[in-house]
């Protein structure tokens, strides 16, 4: 076992949903709220049974951060076998997870090396950096040199999406910046990114389709990827992913991307339908 292990939130999603227990990751999760009826995200609730609970019930869901105790609790257990802990979360400006998290570690400082790093990204953004911390924490690598690893990563990651019910994302009121783009307007999408940890508005399209080849545009501007994935609402590839798929296969030619579904915290978010994809930049090989 890893001397230094890694913890992390429910935002975060995996091509292979077995890694975090193949590779002995804590995953803390987020609630999910419908009216009084409260859902621990990846543990009772998933996106379908989520989908399902928003047409039958009505309700627009929200969603809460672990607790500072919820955290506590997790690091309490790993204190019995590990003195070192690194645990990545979603972008402080999306959510608590953060902030609970760093609380959470002050009283343990001296029982254990617990360092809490804002992601600046969710779902396989963070899953990527998760991937990358606990396969270092497998090689050997100090909790000190896998902080520096996975901050080094943190700006190479790139998401952009459109909504296709904007009514999530202004339900949500975490999202100043990208409130312009809300507005409800008869076939107007808002075309969307994660920049510095936060949701802004990059414009607006009027159409699926548009909305597919903006996303297209956006991944032909990187001449390296790392790695990328498609998020759609739904499992199996939809005809609209397909497409990217395509294109991607003319501009990376032999390489394979997952197509993912993003998961309930995300989905109270950016609502049903929603569509957007994830970049892991590739380094830069120029002399």
């Known amino acids: 076992m890893p001397r230094v292990r890694i913890v992390t939130d429910s935002t975060a999603h995996f091509e292979d949903p077995d890694f975090p227990r193949q590779h002995n990751v804590s995953i803390v999760p987020l609630t999910i709220h419908f009216g009084k009826d409260s859902f621990r995200d990846g543990v009772n609730i998933n996106t379908e049974s989520f989908f399902n609970l928003v047409e039958t019930t009505g309700l627009l869901p929200t969603v809460a951060s672990p607790t500072q105790e919820q955290f506590a609790a997790v690091y309490e257990e790993i204190t019995r076998t590990s003195d070192s802990i ?124 548009q909305a597919v080849e903006k996303l297209v545009e956006f991944v032909a501007e990187f001449s390296a990827l790392e790695n990328l994935a498609i998020l759609q609402h739904a499992p199996g590839v939809s005809d609209e992913s397909r497409l990217l798929l395509n294109q991607l296969a003319i501009d990376f030619p032999g390489r394979k991307f997952p197509v993912v579904t993003y998961g309930p915290s995300l989905a109270t978010y950016i609502g049903p339908e929603a569509m957007g994809v994830i970049v892991f930049e590739g380094e830069d090989n120029d002399d």
């Open 86 to 209: 690194v645990s990545i979360h979603l972008s402080s400006k999306l959510g608590r997870a953060w902030r609970n998290a760093s609380a959470a570690s002050e009283p343990l400082l001296g029982r254990c090396n617990i360092q809490v790093i804002d992601s600046l990204s969710t779902s396989m953004g963070l899953g990527w950096l998760v991937e990358a911390a606990a396969r270092a924490a497998e090689a050997g690598e100090s909790a000190d040199e896998i902080v520096r690893i996975v901050r080094g990563l943190t700006s190479r990651l790139y998401i952009v999406f459109f909504v296709e019910t904007p009514t999530f994302l202004a339900n949500s009121k975490r999202f100043g910046k990208a409130q312009a783009a809300l507005s409800p307007m008869l076939g107007i999408k808002p075309f969307l990114a994660i920049e510095d940890g936060d949701i802004v508005a990059m414009e607006k399209v009027r159409s699926r389709q």
